[in-house]
C-alpha cells in the first residue's frame, strides 16, 4: 500500500481543482507581510483576505482601513507606520537604482566624449605652443625696440647739460680764467 503525506481537507481540494498555485501565491504573499513588525501569520492572512497583500498597499490603506479589517488599534498604528517607513525605503532605493542605471547607461558615451576633447586638444596642442612662441619673440622684438628709442632719446634731449657744450674752447671755460689769475 503506498504511503500518503496526511493533509487537511482544504489541501486535498486545492490539489484536485489545480488551485494549488493560487494557495502558493497566497502563502508567498503572507510571507513577504510578516517581515513586517507587528505583523504575524494570522494578521497577515487578514491583511490578504482583504486585498492589502503588499506592504505598498498596506501603507497606503492607512491606519483606519487596518482597524475597519479587524486589527487593534494600537496594532494598526504599528503597522501602518512601519508599512509607510518600509514602502518609502524600497521607493528610495528603486529610485537610486534606476539614477545608478542611468548613469552607467551615460557613462560610455561620457567617457567617449571626453577621450575625443582630449584627443583634439592633444592635436592643437602644438598648434598653440607655436602661436604663443611667436607672440613671445614678437613681444621680445618690440620690448627691445621701445627700450631703444627711450634710450636714445634720453642721450639727446633729457639729459641736463652741466657746463659748456662740447664745442666751447677750453680759453673760455671757467676753470682755466680762474688758473690765470
Known sequence: MPKFRKSSRKEAF???????M??????????????????GAATAKKLVDAKLDTVSKVASAGTTK?????????VAKKIASAAKSADKATS???????????????????????????KAAAKK???KAKATASKARESVKNLAKSTKTKEAKIT????????PSGKTPISKMAWFKNLKK
Not at 486545492?14 to 494549488?20: M, N, P
Open 14 to 20: 486545492l490539489h484536485v481543482t489545480g488551485d494549488i
Open 66 to 74: 487596518l482597524i475597519k479589517i479587524g486589527l487593534k488599534a494600537a
Open 22 to 39: 493560487a494557495s502558493q501565491t497566497k502563502a508567498s504573499k503572507i510571507e513577504k507581510l510578516t517581515a513586517l513588525p507587528g505583523v
Open 125 to 127: 596642442a602644438p598648434a
Open 92 to 118: 528610495a532605493a528603486k529610485v537610486t537604482a534606476s539614477k545608478a542605471k542611468a548613469a552607467a547607461k551615460k557613462a560610455p558615451a561620457k567617457a567617449k566624449a571626453t577621450a575625443s576633447k582630449a
Open 156 to 163: 639727446s634731449d633729457d639729459r641736463k647739460k652741466i657746463g
